[in-house]
């Protein structure tokens, strides 16, 4: 049986390899319609909204993951309109050990909101993204190693995470095919996420179960909220090239606002899913003033990834991330490494990161030197239906810091500890 074509194409498709795509075929009469449709036949039917590849392909702002990646969220069809929801929210409390840690509770997550419709010949998609964020207050939760931001304008944040603005997206999105298996397409967010880095931590797989950030955030996604974002790009088959413009600056201490700005930076991405289970990408970025506590002074990121997903066995999905970037300022290069991984099976999930970073921020010494510091954490979720489309988790974490010499003194050792307990509630 032929696959359903793209909502809105004028020409029949070729018939699809669902051996590459993971979909079983259905004819679209067959497609469920009103408030009450499956959401499982509603993903089958679906390609991407940027492209005619399967829909599980996209994940945060533009970027991709492999398709047989498990597409989360609540989707029902109103007339022309697919819509979907899907939400996270976490109570966690967290200890982290030493002179420099600290004890929280604090609340995380997300509220995703997604409207698409066919255009002729094309798709149009509307996003937005609120977290609870802001109630943590300006100064984040305590996270031994990490750094980047403020909480008051004139402080960097040390060995604690920031809290996400409370609107972490709001983008709109329109794409046209050219051939069979090609498309352009145009992104605008305020904010939104720019054509940098592999998807944002909380959107990949092999780690989102996990309600810690991770160190190396400001090297890989921390522009995964940019005020102020316009991207085009164009997909052929597996392969996608994107560039954008986008305001540089890092959002400032006030987090329940919307910032303006110019679009001062420039960022290239190429992706490239060579095969169902395996999404790579590779990108560049001149970042325009990006720092509010280190005025006039730019940054050149790099970044790579590979991510993987794939069913084991039956009842088993595993996924992992390898990922390397970048951060060029000051006549300085200072790496960040990180590998993830997460293995699924009957409402269990466990997970884990390691981590490696060349920080220059965690002194109060003005360009000082880099400490090449590491972090590994593992931990574990057990998720309950408690209703239809909700269900209630509860989990924990592990983690053991790395510290260098230089800086043992202000640790209080080389192996500080942290552990977080958490309970969530997810809407899918």
Known sequence: MPAPARPGATDTPPPMDHSQTGQMPMDRGQMPTGEHAGHSMVEMAMPGALGTYPMERE?????????????????????????????????????????????????????????????????????????????????????LLASGETANGGDRLIDRQHPHDFLMELSASVSQSIGETGSVFLYAGLPGEPAFGPPAFMHREAILDSPEAPISHHWLDSTHISFGVLTGGIVLDRVKLEVSRFNGREPDQHRWNVETGPLDSTSVRVSWNPTRTLALQGSWGHFTDPEQLEPGVDQTRWSASALWADEIAPGWKAAATLAWGRKSAHRHDDDAFVAEGSLKHRGWTA??????????????????????????????????KVAKHFSLGLGGLFSVNFVPDGIVPLYGGRHPTGAMGFIRLKLD
């Open 59 to 143: 994940s945060s702002g533009t970027a991709w993951q492999p398709d047989a990646s498990e597409h989360m969220g609540l989707h029902v069809m109103s007339g022309d309109w697919t819509l979907m929801a899907h939400g996270v929210l976490n109570l966690v409390y967290d200890h982290q050990s030493g002179p420099r840690g600290n004890d929280k509770a604090f609340p995380s997550g997300m509220l995703m909101g997604m409207a698409r419709r066919p255009l002729a010949n094309g798709t149009v998609q509307f996003k937005a993204m609120v977290s609870p964020d802001p109630l943590m207050g300006k100064s984040g939760y305590p996270l």
């Open 351 to 384: 997970f884990g990161r390691g981590e490696i970073t060349e920080n220059r921020e965690l002194t109060d010494v003005e360009d000082g030197p880099a400490f090449r510091v590491g972090k590994l954490s593992l931990g574990a979720v057990r998720d309950l």
